[in-house]
């Protein structure tokens, strides 16, 4: 079965860091473009950072630059969010996905599966 669990979320104070996580079953994930989108109540859904099959070149959103790192473990077959100097307005559901939409919000180019996770909440609040 095609599928991607995440993990990793949770309430943090504004300054720390948390890593998520999403681990990919019936697919190699590095064959794929991958990204990183998030919701927050209220607001519509943003591209937060993804990861291109081809080349393994990365982006990012200018609201997250500078303080969040995408990456891939070959061996586990996941995809990591690694968030650091947390904000409140980083606070929504997060969500990993192999999915052509990527493209039309965020420059990374490739193939996909059609796939998202479930999404994990990330609360930054004090």
């Known amino acids: 079965q095609v599928q991607l669990v995440e993990s990793g979320g949770g309430r943090v104070q504004p300054g720390g860091s948390l890593r998520l996580s999403c681990a990919a079953s019936g697919f190699t994930l590095d064959y794929y473009t991958i990204g990183w989108f998030r919701q927050a109540p209220g607001k519509e859904r943003e591209g937060v950072s993804c990861?291109?099959?081809?080349?393994?070149?990365?982006y990012y959103a200018d609201s997250v630059k500078g303080r969040f790192t995408i990456s891939r473990d070959y061996a586990k077959n996941t995809l990591y969010l690694q968030m650091n100097s947390l904000k409140p307005e980083d606070t929504a559901v997060y969500y990993c996905?192999?999915?052509?939409?990527?493209?039309?919000?965020?420059?990374?180019?490739?193939?996909?599966?059609?796939?998202w996770g479930q999404g994990t909440l990330v609360t930054v609040s004090s």
């Open positions: 990861i291109s099959s081809g080349d393994g070149s990365t």
């Open positions: 996905a192999t999915d052509p939409i990527i493209i039309a919000t965020m420059p990374c180019p490739g193939r996909y599966v059609e796939v």
